[in-house]
């Protein structure tokens, strides 16, 4: 379970640029939760991500993380509690190191790291076994280097890599907004088949207001650093696009001037 | 031609330099982090290691001295760098001035004879072999073992980790990896190999001396960039391997520049050599790429 409660966060601040991104934001994930985030841009959703990874700290609020408070800690001590996977299909994996190099971080993230080899033959079996489940022929090609996959296909390892060993959230930051639309659908029928099958409990930014209703079983959507409504359950079975956007405009007395939360 | 004595001369020289080479590749390479403290660093191992065998250490045991301090040079770039958030390339350049005076201090005069001291050379002398081909046979056991311990530190889990925090920071981050952490064990190691380099090549060349170390981060370069275009450096080993071959070679390189008498070239002329080569090791895969490109592009 992870629970945010009021983060604020305001970016130069004492400059003229001073932008105050999270405004008292709160949010409970409870154990097994698949919730999507959307919000326009500038709402804030990123940075309630960053501010969840440990890439940003934030200024005053709490964040706990399987009863530890997190909120002070750096990326690297959260990694074993927190998984993520980028938005850019490049930023999760390193071009440079072979697809079993890239597996072999990913097992060991949160954990201690020694100096046995570690490319173990132990390893082997799972992830030709994982990458399998991918039908991307990748079981093959564990020696292969990554950057000489596409895009689609280095996300979809991203999302192996972040679902190799347990963790208490995964963290998808418009994952498959980078990706061309066929291939974006299939890591995104990816993702849902890995987090149900492991019970993941998992936060999914998105661009598009379609798709955080289609997938997961929560939506909250974000406005200006706050979390404006929070559905679920009953309430967000057979909502469409145009329900959420009344919503948003009877809670806020606002209309959503973002063309890209429509037309997407 | 390259007498006997100049060849083996250069193949030693060859040997010292590919152990900077090593540490140019893991601090320019696998971390991402133009460093210059090599320029200082190799001088002090030199200056640690003089001092200490003119005091009657035990050479070995200076030598190994004359690593640490390269390693504590290498730490305090890199804590630079990583706690105060100075730029990686000015860090390295601070440590460097610093290391000068330090530098002079350790020694406490600009330069130590070890004429006539043991040094790690000496019990090898009594081999059946000639006078010139001792200290290549021990540089190459040193380069050999140092490139094996190198590689399987690569290949391992924190070495795996060191690697990811140079090629994609946010992505180790994420995988847990203390980025920071890394970055100052790897900077440590990379001038604990130079500090190495830096005492093995006083007591080849019979002396320590404050300058010594200009122009080291250049040879290193030099050996690294020309070694990657000799053999491709697609895995760590390869990587390794054309270091120590690029150093020998640039070593080759500049001996027989050196001894080509119709260049008319003289000792003094040796770092317009090596930024000549250096230029050319840069410039030259590139050419031949678009040259490549041009032809291919003309036939489809």
Redesign the interface.
Known sequence: MISATDLRLTFGKGTPLENPALRGMSLTVNQGEFVTVIGSNGAGKSTFLNAL???VIVDSGTIVVDNLNVTKL????R??RV??V?QDPL???????SIE?NL???I????R???????KRQYMEQFRESLSSLNLGLENRLGDKMGLLSGGQRQAVSLL?ASLTPSAILLLDEHTAALDPKTGAFVLALTTKIIEEQKLTALMVTHSMKQALEVGSRTVMLHQGQVVFDIAGKDREGLEVKDLLELFETQRGLSVDDDSLLLS | MLSDIALYGAIETGLIYGLVAFAIYISFRVLDFPDLTVDGSFPLGAAVAAVLIVDGWDPWLATGCAVLAGMAAGAVTAILNVKLKILNLLASILTMIALYSVNLRVMGRPNIALLGEDTVLTPWYSLDLPYHQVPVLLFVIVIFISLILLWR?M???????M??TG??P??????????GAMIILGVAVSNGLVGLAGALFAQSQGAADVTMGVGVIVIGLASLIGGEAVITPSTVMRALIACVVGAIIYRLAIAFALNADFLGLQAQDLNLITAVLVTLAIVLPGIRSSVVSKFTRRKA
């Open positions: 990874a440990g890439e750096p990326t690297h001590k990694a074993g998984a993520r980028f930023a999760g994996t390193c071009e440079g190191l190099e072999s971080l990913a060991k993230r949160g954990q790291r020694g100096l046995s080899t570690a490319v890599m | 530190f290949k391992s889990e924190t070495g795996l980790a690697r990811a090629a994609n946010r992505m180790a981050r994420a995988q847990g990896i203390a980025t």
